[in-house]
């Protein structure tokens, strides 16, 4: 069992940067691949990035790619999501995941999930 805990979401202005942050508890943390999605109102969840267990794989959806970083700290039991250029159609709630190994990209591959933090990007 994992659990997960997002934050550092909010309001931000188009092309501001917000650092989400994502601490895991339970079981060994760096036995996990780490992923980011984001749902939209009245929108599927959809992949952001995802990072392996020791970030040598890393992936990135199109439309975030260049713009947004991802990152672990495996003695933190932290995943990171560094957002800049952020725009208006980034506003979503984020989620944090861990599972994903075989299929990074796929939200049916993640097995234990975070609550989601909101980020709004005003135009």
């Known amino acids: 069992q994992v659990q997960l805990v997002e934050s550092g979401g909010g309001l931000v202005q188009a092309g501001g940067s917000l650092r989400l942050s994502c601490v895991a508890s339970g079981r060994t943390f760096n036995g996990y691949f780490m992923g980011w999605f984001r749902q939209a109102p009245g929108k599927e969840r959809t992949f952001v990035a995802a990072?392996?267990?020791?970030?040598?794989?890393?992936s990135y959806a199109d439309s975030v790619k260049d713009r947004f970083t991802i990152s672990r700290d495996n003695a933190k039991n932290t995943v990171y999501l560094q957002m800049n250029s952020l725009k208006p159609e980034d506003t979503a709630v984020y989620y944090c995941?861990?599972?994903?190994?075989?299929?990074?990209?796929?939200?049916?591959?993640?097995?234990?999930w975070g609550q989601g933090t909101q980020v709004t990007v005003s135009s």
């Open positions: 995941a861990a599972g994903g190994s075989l299929r990074p990209t796929v939200v049916a591959a993640y097995g234990y």
């Open positions: 990072i392996s267990r020791s970030s040598e794989r890393i």
